[in-house]
């Protein structure tokens, strides 16, 4: 059941009373994202649960999903980009308290109140693709501008002609002395 889901939360507070976040988020309100975006259009669609485990530690698990638009870097046209990611954050107030987690847990860090965008942004930034690109068969590259073999910088391509020395004027000069 989705629910309107707050700006700020209390993410040590949802973890005692067991909360679960359900609803979306507008991609408009991640400002760091937005840079790495060719629109801001769309939501992210979250489901979080908060709790508290065995050892005391307040966290929170679920899931992120999106589609976002970026830029291919082969043909520089958009694309949709998928993104569903897990999530497994433990809070903590200092940075050496995150060195003492277990694995399965990525540190947030927090004192009492977070923003929920913010915490989501996080995520989806951190499972983007480096280079987003379209699959070879969507892009509208052409394959006569593809190579097939690789091209090694030692060996000229067939039909080259012999490159000058960008320096041999400097040994004109200086067999003049």
Request: aromatic share 6%; with cysteine.
């Amino acid at each position: 059941m989705s629910q309107r889901l707050p700006d700020f939360i209390e993410p040590y507070r949802l973890a005692e009373t067991q909360r679960i976040l359900t609803g979306a988020l507008p991609v408009k309100r991640m400002k760091r994202l937005a840079p790495m975006l060719a629109g801001d259009t769309g939501e992210v669609y979250i489901n979080l649960v908060f709790g508290v485990d065995e050892t005391g530690q307040a966290y929170a698990t679920g899931e992120v999903h999106t589609c976002v638009v970026m830029q291919c870097q082969r043909c520089m046209e958009t694309m949709q980009v998928s993104i569903n990611t897990k999530v497994s954050l433990a809070f903590v107030k200092m940075e050496n308290q995150a060195q003492n987690l277990p694995s399965h847990y990525e540190p947030f860090i927090v004192d009492e109140e977070a923003s929920l965008s913010d915490l989501v942004e996080d995520e989806i930034i951190l499972a983007l693709p480096a280079v987003p690109l379209h699959e070879p068969d969507q892009c509208s590259v052409k394959d006569q501008y593809r190579s097939s073999t690789p091209v090694s910088a030692d060996v000229e391509p067939a039909g080259a002609t012999q490159r000058q020395n960008p320096f041999a004027i400097l040994e004109t000069l200086r067999k003049k002395k």
